[in-house]
């Protein structure tokens, strides 16, 4: 089988410091066409399911002349396959090469990730020019990137409890500025 390195942004990446330097997001996400030049490809949401994930790094740009930055053998990477695709989480050892790649994350520099891959079963669509990844045999890596084939996920340095906080003050806001609104209105409308 060939070994096929898919790039794709990664979704709710997050860098979280007050638990060290975390990282999270998706790696892969399912259901999303990209378009590779020549073929456009998808993932479905069960190719996963039956694939060697038992060792899984992570690394940069798929380099292995750079340290690896985590990996689930030591527990430092952790990864789930949820409704949306391959979502992993990794507390990124203190290195010097990993405080770089977490700083660079935290600011949205890398905002990229990817994912080495072979495929046990696939389907095309001749008149799409679309190949559907069914099953994957192994994961090898999930790397941070410069440069992604997919263009559906992102990356970013964000606490999740941070943003989920202004998003409810964001809403208490907008509420409250509706009411207010509607109850100028009523003054108005009884003042005349």
Not at 152 to 175: C, D, P, V
């Amino acid at each position: 089988m060939e070994k096929a390195i898919k790039e794709i942004r990664l979704v709710d990446m997050r860098a979280s410091e007050d638990e060290g330097m975390v990282v999270e997001g998706y790696a892969a996400v399912f259901d999303s066409v990209t378009d590779l030049g020549w073929i456009k490809e998808v993932i479905d949401r069960h190719a996963f399911d039956n694939a060697d994930m038992s060792d899984i790094v992570m690394k940069y740009n798929h380099e292995n002349s750079v340290l690896p930055m985590a990996r689930t053998r030591g527990g430092s990477l952790q990864f789930n396959i949820d409704d949306h695709g391959l979502k992993i989480r990794a507390k990124l050892p203190e290195t010097s090469v990993n405080r770089d790649i977490y700083t660079l994350i935290r600011e949205g520099v890398l905002s990229k990730m990817s994912f080495a891959f072979t495929v046990k079963s696939e389907e095309y669509d001749y008149d799409t020019d679309t190949r559907k990844i069914l099953e994957f045999d192994k994961i090898f890596d999930v790397s941070v990137v410069d440069v992604p084939a997919y263009e559906t996920t992102e990356i970013y340095a964000r606490n999740k409890e941070q943003y989920e906080e202004e998003k409810r003050q964001y809403e208490e806001n907008k509420n409250e500025h509706k009411l207010n609104f509607e109850k100028e209105k009523v003054k108005l409308l009884l003042s005349l």
